[in-house]
């Protein structure tokens, strides 16, 4: 895990802030939460316009900042496939 630093600006540092009295956390906790939902939420829609053809597993990748064998691991992370080959029926 990797430690930053962020300056958020007034209306998303007071949704924070409310955030964590109603849910009992601390602030980092949830700014930690709604950075992860953004990610997973990236990571859907990314993963859609892969299955769509619209982006290349490279593409996919590059957009994400991570080399193929990572975001191979990722997708099999979720139980997704790491291909977007149409199924076929026999």
Not at 17 to 30: D, I, L, N, V
Request: charged share 25%; net charge negative.
């Amino acid at each position: 895990m990797q430690t930053i630093t962020i300056t958020l600006e007034q209306p998303v540092s007071k949704f924070v802030e409310r955030q964590s009295k109603s849910g009992k956390k601390s602030p980092q906790e949830t700014v930690l939460e709604l950075v992860t939902k953004g990610f997973e939420t990236l990571l859907q829609e990314k993963t859609q316009r892969y299955r769509q053809g619209e982006i290349s597993f490279g593409k996919f990748a590059q957009e994400l900042g991570i080399t193929t064998w990572e975001l191979s691991h990722l997708l099999e992370e979720h139980d997704w496939l790491p291909y977007n080959l149409p199924s076929q029926s026999i």
